[in-house]
C-alpha cells in the first residue's frame, strides 16, 4: 500500500457543512492525489500536488480545495458538502512508475 | 480530450472459463496503458501495465497487449478462479510532467462462479 492512510474511512454528513479527509504517506513520496469514484465513472481526478504547496485541478474539482502543508499530508477539503459529493474518495501516490492507492473514504452526504 | 472506454459488466462466468474484457482508448500523444484490480472494500491495486505499443504485460495470468493500430488493451486470462471475481479497471497516462495522473474506465464487475 506504499504506506498510504486514509482518514476517516467513513463519514457521514450533512449538507452545507465542511468536510476534510486526510491523505497520510510514510514514504516522502512528491506526488499525490485525489480521485472519487462513482458507478459507471470509474475514477476521476478531483487534484494532485506535486509538492509542498504545489497543487493543481483535476477532470472534476469544481466543489475542492486542497491543501499541501508537508510532504506526508494531503488534505481534501468540501467547503459545503452537496448530495452530488456522496462518493468513494481515494488518495493516490506515485512512484517507481507507479501509482499506489490507498484504501479509500466513503462519504456519505445526506 | 483523453479516454478509455471500457467492455460494460457485469460479466459472470465458471470457474476454468476464459476471460476476456475490452479496453480501447483516445489519447493525444503516446500512453503508458495499466489493468487496475479492485477487490471488495479495497483500493485499487496494480494488475499489469504496458509503456509502448507491442508490449505484453502479464501477471498472474493475466494478460494485455498494447495495441497501437487498434488503439486497445484488452485483458485476457485462460483460465479463471473464483478469487479473481473483482472489479478491473483499464487506465492510461498520458504522464503529464512526471505526475502519472491516470485516465479511468468505468470498470467491469467480473464474478467467477464455482
Known amino acids: 500500500d506504499a504506506g498510504i492512510t486514509q482518514s476517516p474511512r467513513h463519514k457521514v454528513t450533512e449538507t452545507g457543512t465542511p468536510v476534510t479527509l486526510r491523505c497520510h504517506q510514510t514514504e516522502n513520496h512528491r506526488y499525490m492525489y485525489w480521485y472519487r469514484q462513482d458507478p459507471g465513472h470509474g475514477l476521476r481526478l478531483i487534484h494532485y500536488s506535486y509538492g509542498v504547496k504545489d497543487t493543481d485541478k483535476g477532470e472534476v474539482s469544481d466543489g475542492y480545495s486542497v491543501s499541501r502543508s508537508k510532504t506526508e499530508d494531503f488534505l481534501l477539503t468540501l467547503e459545503s458538502a452537496t448530495s452530488s459529493q456522496t462518493s468513494v474518495y481515494f488518495c493516490?501516490?506515485?512512484?517507481?512508475?507507479?501509482?499506489?492507492f490507498g484504501q479509500g473514504t466513503r462519504l456519505t452526504v445526506v | 480530450g483523453d479516454s478509455v472506454t471500457q467492455m460494460e459488466g457485469p460479466v459472470t462466468l465458471s470457474e476454468e472459463a476464459f476471460l476476456t474484457i475490452n479496453c480501447t482508448y483516445t489519447a493525444t500523444g503516446y500512453p503508458s496503458l495499466f489493468w487496475y484490480v479492485q477487490y471488495p472494500g479495497e483500493g485499487l491495486q496494480l494488475l499489469l501495465k504496458?509503456?509502448?505499443?507491442?508490449d505484453k504485460g502479464s501477471n498472474k495470468g493475466f494478460e494485455a497487449t498494447y495495441r497501437k493500430e487498434t488503439t486497445s488493451f484488452h485483458l485476457e486470462k485462460g483460465s479463471v478462479q473464483v478469487s479473481d471475481s473483482a472489479v478491473y479497471f483499464c487506465a492510461l497516462s498520458l504522464d503529464s510532467g512526471s505526475a502519472r495522473q491516470l485516465t479511468f474506465g468505468s470498470g467491469t464487475q467480473l464474478t467467477v462462479l464455482p
Open positions: 493516490a501516490i506515485s512512484a517507481q512508475g507507479r501509482t499506489f
Open positions: 504496458a509503456t509502448k505499443a507491442d
